[in-house]
Every structure is written in structure tokens, then in C-alpha cells.
């Protein structure tokens, strides 16, 4: 009994120490979402001889899903803490190849040089890609090539694309965004225009959209807030569970767990794709507006 009370107080002290380690301009959860977001009657098993910390960072834009899918882990396994540093996919990626996370979050695919560092993507999950524009603006549809001179520069104003006389304000993620690499390789943008707005995060893109009536902006279907924001039409498609599951809105991408390619990952860091992977991860993917792969 004796060694159970401290296997529990060392678990506690660890989590504090690690969470308090986190570096500045990195935002670190370790998933602390409300029970609200836990999978009703979870058939996957719990591990009590699972423990330690596993590291992850990357993608702002798996935000909600693995902080649903980290408290649900966590919760079947207290002897265990999930860390995850939101940087950007970028950033997952790079540390994975520098082994400073076991696994790495992206929500775009590897590219060629990443695969070739020895690196391997499991995705779990489909998620869309919403344009979205400020819900005074009458704009409701926007095609491939509308977007494609919107982000480039050759079309500066509302009225090119059916709306009112005013002039567009183009919103983007930074350069190391896997949203952002998503959406410039679907619709074929070699360079975005210099004058965009660049945001940080996901959230950053709705809030400065929602209060600029001219903006213009891309994000994650699964964290947008319709009391923020319209999503327009792509190619007369509206973005939904359905458009996405049957593939008529065409912008969507995966969402990846990352790691290197026959590297032996900790019982804790497998474990936790397993889960991700398995019947209760999966439910908790569809239940955070996602698509799962199974």
C-alpha cells in the first residue's frame, strides 16, 4: 500500500517539474480537457505497469482532439503524463529528427526530405480545411483559382470575387504550419503575398478575422467557432462530417502521428498510439468534428 501512495505523489511531482520546464513561446498541455470530451464506455485497456513521461510537440491544429484524446490515455493510466508542446507541425517534425519528442503532431503529410531523415506518419485521423471570412461579409463561395490569385495578390478586392467594394485582407499561418502547407499545396500557392497577416496558431487566424471585416483566413474545420466566423464554400461545396467523409470538399488533409521509422518508442509512447489507434481513440476522433481512419 506504502508503495502505491508514493508511485502516486512521484507521478505528481513529475508532472509539475516537467510542466514548469516548458520553454517560452511554446505552449504546453498535458491534457488537461474536460472530462466532457472522455469516450463513454472505453474498451481499450488500461496498462497499471505503464509510467513515465512521454514527449510530443507540433501541430496547433490537433489542439482539441489530443488534448481529448491525452485526458482519456492519462485517465486509463495515471502512472503516465503526455506532454504536448503546440509549436506548429514544423517544429513537431524537427524534433522528432533531433529526439526531443518521441512523437512529433503534423497536420500535413511528410515530405520527401523528411522521409528520408528516416521518419514514418500514422494518421488518425481526416480533418478539413475551412476558408473562412467574417460573418458580415456576403462573400459565400470562393473556387481554386479565386483563392489561388486571392493568396498570390492578383485579386486585392471583395468586389473581384462578388462581394461588396472593399479591399481583401489576406490572413495566413506561418511558414512553419502544417495548415499552411496543406492549403498552398491543394490549391497551387507558389508564394503568398507579402502584405498577409501571419498568425502563430489556429486560434489566432479566427480572432483576427472575426474582427476585421475585409480579412480572409484558413483553418482547421474541427476548431472552428461558427459564432466567430463563415466558412465560405469551396467550388460550391459547403464543409461538413458528410463533404468530407464522401470526399466532395476537397480541401482535407490527415492529421499524423510522427515518429522515426524502426526506432524502439518507450512502452508509454506505443501505448499511446495504440490508444489513438483503437476503437475509444477513434470514437473520441469522430467526436471531436473529426473523421477517423477506421
Not at 498535458?30 to 470530451?37: F, K, P, Q, R, V
Not at 507579402?194 to 489566432?204: Q, R, Y
Not at 463533404?243 to 524502439?264: H, P
Request: charged share 20%; hydrophobic share 35%; with cysteine.
Amino acid at each position: 500500500m506504502m508503495k502505491k501512495i508514493l508511485a502516486v505523489l512521484l507521478a505528481g511531482v513529475m508532472l509539475c517539474g516537467f510542466a514548469a520546464c516548458s520553454s517560452s513561446g511554446e505552449t504546453s498541455s498535458t491534457g488537461s480537457a474536460s472530462s466532457g470530451n472522455t469516450a463513454a464506455g472505453s474498451t481499450a485497456p488500461s496498462n497499471e505497469a505503464l509510467s513515465g513521461i512521454v514527449k510530443t510537440g507540433g501541430s496547433t491544429s490537433v489542439e482539441k482532439v489530443m488534448n481529448a484524446l491525452i485526458y482519456q490515455f492519462q485517465d486509463e493510466n495515471r502512472d503516465v503524463t503526455v506532454n504536448y508542446e503546440m509549436n506548429g507541425s514544423g517544429d513537431g517534425i524537427q524534433g522528432v529528427i533531433d529526439g526531443k519528442y518521441e512523437i512529433g503532431h503534423s497536420s500535413r503529410d511528410l515530405k520527401d526530405e523528411e522521409k528520408e531523415a528516416g521518419l514514418e506518419g500514422t494518421a488518425y485521423a481526416i480533418d478539413g480545411i475551412a476558408v473562412v471570412v467574417n460573418a458580415q461579409n456576403g462573400v459565400t463561395n470562393l473556387t481554386k483559382d479565386q483563392l489561388l490569385k486571392i493568396y498570390s495578390g492578383e485579386i486585392t478586392n471583395w468586389s473581384e470575387v462578388g462581394g461588396s467594394d472593399a479591399p481583401i485582407t489576406v490572413v495566413t499561418r506561418e511558414s512553419g504550419s502544417g495548415t499552411r502547407s496543406a492549403f498552398t499545396e491543394i490549391i497551387g500557392i507558389e508564394d503568398i503575398v507579402s502584405t498577409a497577416t501571419e498568425c502563430k496558431d489556429t486560434g489566432s487566424v479566427q480572432t483576427t478575422v472575426s474582427q476585421n471585416a475585409n480579412a480572409i483566413g484558413y483553418m482547421s474545420f474541427s476548431d472552428m467557432d461558427e459564432s466567430m466566423v463563415k466558412a465560405v464554400e469551396y467550388e460550391g461545396v459547403a464543409i461538413s462530417t458528410d463533404a468530407l467523409k464522401d470526399g466532395s470538399y476537397a480541401l482535407q488533409r490527415s492529421f499524423l502521428l510522427v515518429t522515426k521509422e524502426g526506432a524502439e518508442l518507450s512502452p508509454a509512447a506505443q501505448a499511446f498510439i495504440d490508444f489513438v489507434l483503437s476503437d475509444a481513440g477513434q470514437k473520441l476522433v469522430t467526436d471531436n468534428s473529426l473523421i477517423s481512419v477506421k
